[in-house]
T-cell receptor, first 114, second 114 residues
């Protein structure tokens, strides 16, 4: 079974631009979560989607948004990019079921803001 | 407040010697506990998960972790380090009242000397 895939793997943008990152979960997984990893702040939770609905949101400004499609693929969008948004963005999917809290991560998208 | 603390940001061992990576958590709720590993420029790979079935959890690549409720600890060990173990290790917790939001420790960079 294919793992979590993220595209693109690398992105370079300039301040003020916007960016969209994509994540395809493992087949059959309906929950997708996004995380930001930076050297200074470590790994931080952005949001989680399940069946096209946002279920949890971390402490990030409204410039960070996401959505999920009916096939469980998810996108996250960052508008008005700032230098501090440079990070590795990781997506994770979770198998269905009440007692399945294990999340499986993709390789990440490395975003550089100049 | 709920938190997870990795007590060492860097650990250096010689190949063939034991590895100990320390993790403590703080929570009023029953946690689920994980260890993930991240190799350079890669995503996070699940090493092991505490399921409450046994306090000693065996994971992949010879790693294991022991859950000690009285000490609120979940330390990761391996009897004999291999060069390929050099990576960053994250202790991760999800709490019953936080849905599927993962809370990450700050990470421990493991260096293995030949």
């Amino acid at each position: 079974k294919a793992g979590v895939t993220q595209t693109p793997r690398y992105l370079i943008k300039t301040r003020g631009q916007q960016v969209t990152l994509s994540c395809s979960p493992i087949s059959g997984h309906r929950s997708v979560s996004w995380y930001q990893q930076t050297p200074g702040q470590g790994l931080q939770f952005l949001f989680e989607y399940f069946s096209e609905t946002q279920r949890n949101k971390g402490n990030f400004p409204g410039r960070f948004s996401g959505r999920q499609f009916s096939n469980s693929r998810s996108e996250m969008n960052v508008s008005t990019l700032e230098l501090g948004d440079s990070a590795l963005y990781l997506c994770a999917s979770r198998p269905p079921g009440l007692n399945t809290d294990t999340q499986y991560f993709g390789p990440g998208t490395r975003l550089t803001v100049l | 407040a709920q938190s997870v603390t990795q007590l060492d940001s860097h650990v250096s061992v010689s190949e063939g010697t034991p590895v100990l990576l320390r993790c403590n958590y703080s929570s009023s709720y029953s946690p689920s506990l994980f260890w993930y590993v991240q190799h350079p420029n890669k995503g996070l790979q699940l090493l092991l998960k505490y399921t409450s079935a046994a306090t000693l959890v065996k994971g992949i690549n010879g790693f294991e972790a022991e859950f000690k409720k009285s000490e609120t600890s979940f330390h990761l060990t391996k009897p004999s380090a291999h060069m390929s173990d050099a990576a960053e290790y994250f202790c991760v917790v999800t709490f019953n009242n936080a849905g599927n939001m993962l809370t990450f420790g700050g990470g421990t960079r493991l260096m293995v000397k030949p």
